[in-house]
């Protein structure tokens, strides 16, 4: 999405007003599951009676906040999303995707797969319950108030809570280890505040796709492959970014098959083969014809930090670039694919999960900085496990979308989501202390660097945090010279991107020196 915007009112009745265009703020209660998972766990003793209180009111706050005027003609993704919602309550469903003179393409025209038209459509029949003209054709066009604010922001907390939160809470609830660890894990999870400030505050339905994927890594997790491969195939039909996952998926389930090709591995890929192609069927049926519609029209960060020093644009042709792209992309995710292919187990799943999502984020010709919440959710699957390097990776990833934030009026909330954040991870989760080489997974490396290892991360972590405050700061306080109008944006994007090298080599490293499963761990359900 290319828009700049959010959407929330206060708390208010429905009303039927299409001239109020004031953006009043609504708080809302994403903090309930917490709460009740919180309540659940006694285990959390006192450290939960000196967190439990600031993180509900930083949660509140952050509500509270998240605003930005609208800006015609456009009005930004809160528009987006209820335009979609007009056009696919009020077109035909061949017309989705197609410029008419009732739907102009160059006006927030449909730019996702049909599972988000349909979902639009459902939110869609909804509003028309409450109040017709949210969605009118043509008239409803920059329609604002406080109860359609309100229903939007409810839309995207059902779908939190329908999806998203109960995978995360599957997942990590069903983990090994103490209670106390996964209630910690799972509140800090919740907590991330880029999944919170991109769909709440920029108004989106990421949680929906990234939702439905964790249930496809939850289904081949425990064995359900086909339902698995059903959720992740809408995962994908919902939004094509979720291709950054389709590659772990296919070899994870590819090295399972080939390895008990004779007891049955034929029969379970032809079975899941089946699936998948009837999933897309049942997606795609009514869309038999070719779309307008092009991806996301950002730059890749690798190519946007190489710009710095080196103006790629000029000395190499469109399509000069596309093949370095796609060549980077695929060299840098060989790798991974291979081993998850040689050795498919979970834990190898997951960080072929990480490592894709960094290679298409980095090196991909077009992306959008949104696009890292793709690396970033299944690193909150490594909380429990990785504390240190996942709240680093996660706190790295919220800056990398700043100058959104910025542009969308969420200091404040950004701030605010940040250090709660940073907080809970380092007081629930002892993050800054699990630094050693066995916390790390470090452990077969030269056993020369263990003692230095402690120091050495604790100092990257510092100076990272410092980096990410100053540029954070200096972007807020000072003007970019009249010649370096993206100046602060280039210099958050450069930070970022040496980061996330440093954790694309990082989680490669332990992907590639996990033991060899003789096995297979594939059973279909």
């Known amino acids: 999405m290319r828009g700049d915007q959010e959407a929330l009112g206060k708390s208010s009745p429905w009303k039927r007003k299409s001239s109020n265009r004031s953006r009043k703020e609504s708080p809302a209660r994403h903090g309930e599951m917490v709460s009740h998972c919180l309540s659940a766990h006694s285990q959390l003793h006192g450290a939960l009676g000196s967190v439990s209180q600031p993180l509900f009111s930083c949660n509140f706050m952050m509500k509270l906040c998240v605003s930005c005027a609208g800006k ?11 335009h979609w919602q007009e056009i696919t309550f009020n077109l035909p469903i061949h017309q989705w995707y197609f410029n008419t003179s009732n739907n102009n393409l160059k006006y927030w025209g449909l730019d996702y797969p049909p599972f988000t038209a349909y979902h639009s459509m459902l939110c869609a029949y909804v509003a028309k319950s409450i109040n017709p003209e949210w969605i009118a054709l043509h008239t409803s ?37 103490p209670g106390t660890i996964k209630v910690s894990s799972l509140l800090c999870a919740l907590l991330y505040p880029g999944l919170i400030l991109i769909d709440h505050g920029h108004f989106q339905y990421n949680c929906i796709s990234l939702g439905l994927a964790l249930w496809g890594l939850l289904g081949l997790s425990n064995g359900h492959v086909l339902l698995g491969s059903m959720a992740f195939c809408l995962a994908l039909n919902y939004k094509q970014m979720e291709l950054y996952h389709a590659l772990p998926f296919f070899c994870y389930l590819l090295g399972n098959c ?29 869309f038999l014809t070719s779309f307008q519609q092009s991806l996301q029209d950002k730059v890749g960060n690798i190519w946007c ?70 690396a970033a959710v299944p690193v909150l699957l490594f909380l429990h496990e ?111 991107c040496i980061h996330f090298l440093i954790f694309l080599m990082y989680f490669n490293i332990l992907h590639l020196s996990e033991p060899v499963f003789k096995g297979y761990q594939l059973a279909v359900k």
């Open 386 to 496: 990785l504390p240190f390097m996942a709240t680093w990776f996660l706190l790295v990833s919220t800056f990398s979308m700043f100058p959104l934030f910025l542009k969308d009026g969420l200091l404040l909330p950004y701030i605010v989501t940040s250090l709660a954040f940073l907080f809970v991870t380092t007081k629930l989760l002892s993050a800054f202390e699990k630094v050693s080489m066995e916390d790390l997974q470090l452990q077969p490396f030269s056993q020369s660097l263990k003692r230095y290892t402690p120091q050495v991360a604790k100092f990257a972590f510092l100076l990272s945090v410092i980096g990410m405050a100053t540029l954070s700061l200096t972007s807020i306080t000072l003007v970019s010279p009249a010649q370096l109008p993206d100046l602060f944006p280039v210099l958050v994007s450069l930070f970022s």
């Open 258 to 286: 080939l390895r008990d090709l004779k007891g049955g591995g034929l029969t379970r890929l032809i079975t899941i083969t089946l699936v998948v192609l009837i999933s897309f069927a049942c997606c795609w049926l009514p």
């Open 72 to 82: 015609p003609p456009m009005y930004g993704d809160y528009e987006a999303q209820r």
């Open 141 to 177: 066009r920059g329609y604002e108030s406080l109860g359609h604010k309100l229903f939007m922001r409810t839309t995207v907390l059902v779908a939190d809570f329908i999806v998203y939160v109960p995978a995360i809470l599957y997942y990590i609830l069903y983990c090994e280890g």
């Open 305 to 374: 930090s190489l710009s710095v020093i080196l103006k790629v644009k000029t000395i190499l042709s469109q399509q000069t670039q596309i093949w370095f792209s796609l060549a980077a992309t695929l060299l840098t995710l060989l790798p991974t694919c291979v081993k998850l292919t040689i050795n498919p187990t979970i834990k190898g799943f997951k960080f072929a999960l990480v490592n894709c999502s960094l290679s298409f984020f980095l090196f991909s010709f077009q992306v959008h900085e949104k696009s890292i919440l793709l």
